[in-house]
Antibody, heavy 119, light 107 residues
């Protein structure tokens, strides 16, 4: 069974930094692309970033480009999102999501971790 | 960026009725469109991919159709567990985009 468990969320002040982690299990992590998708409270879904299985290809939404960095460590079945210069509008639940490839949909979702940016 | 417009924003129906949800793209996405279901307090779940294919484990009462710019998700006979929010999403181009969602509520 695919399991994706996010951690690292919390309350941070505007301009601050946070690093999210996602622990994956139940599948061969190094064979899959991974993604971060976020959802502001009571709002819709917003794609944030994607990384290919080997980390060769990486994509970012314009809203986070230059501030967020996605990475992965296949040996540890882990996905990361380093977030810097956080803004109030980054407040959201951040989901770790598996895709069979970059050119596919979002197959399996974790339960999410809440990031709140507030002074 | 491709904008996906979902309608209606809210749909009020009773169990057993047929639900028809719409998603319109600002430019052609071919058939590269998916539908997700999100129940309250839960993560989204992939329902339909490539416009008309049911994901693993999705009941046959869910069906998708369309291509180009106009897409439809149909639930043939609503079960109590189907009342949720439904999002469409395109993978035709980067950035990947989602519609704002249709809330399917019990009438």
């Amino acid at each position: 069974e695919v399991q994706l468990v996010e951690s690292g969320g919390g309350l941070v002040k505007p301009g601050g930094s946070l690093r999210l982690s996602c622990a994956a299990s139940g599948f061969t992590f190094s064979d899959y692309s991974m993604n971060w998708v976020r959802q502001a409270p009571g709002k819709g879904l917003e794609w944030v970033s994607s990384i290919s299985a080997t980390s060769y290809y990486i994509y970012y939404a314009d809203s986070v480009k230059g501030r967020f960095t996605i990475s992965r460590e296949n040996a540890k079945n882990s996905l990361f999102l380093q977030m810097k210069f956080l803004r109030a509008e980054d407040t959201a639940v951040y989901y770790c999501v598996q895709s069979r490839s970059l050119e596919y949909y979002f197959d399996y979702w974790g339960q999410g971790t809440l990031v709140t940016v507030s002074s | 960026e491709i904008v996906l417009t979902q309608s209606p924003a809210t749909l009020s129906l009773s169990p057993g009725e047929r639900a028809t949800l719409s998603c319109r793209a600002s430019q052609s996405v071919s058939n590269y469109l998916a539908w997700y279901q999100q129940k309250a307090g839960q993560a989204p779940r992939l329902l339909i991919y490539d416009a008309s294919n049911r994901a693993t484990g999705i009941p046959a009462r869910f069906s998708g159709s369309g291509s180009g710019t106009d897409f439809t998700l149909t639930i043939s006979s609503l079960e109590p567990e189907d009342f949720a929010v439904y999002f469409c999403q395109q993978r035709s181009t980067w950035p990947r985009t989602f519609g704002r969602g249709t809330k399917l509520e019990i009438k």
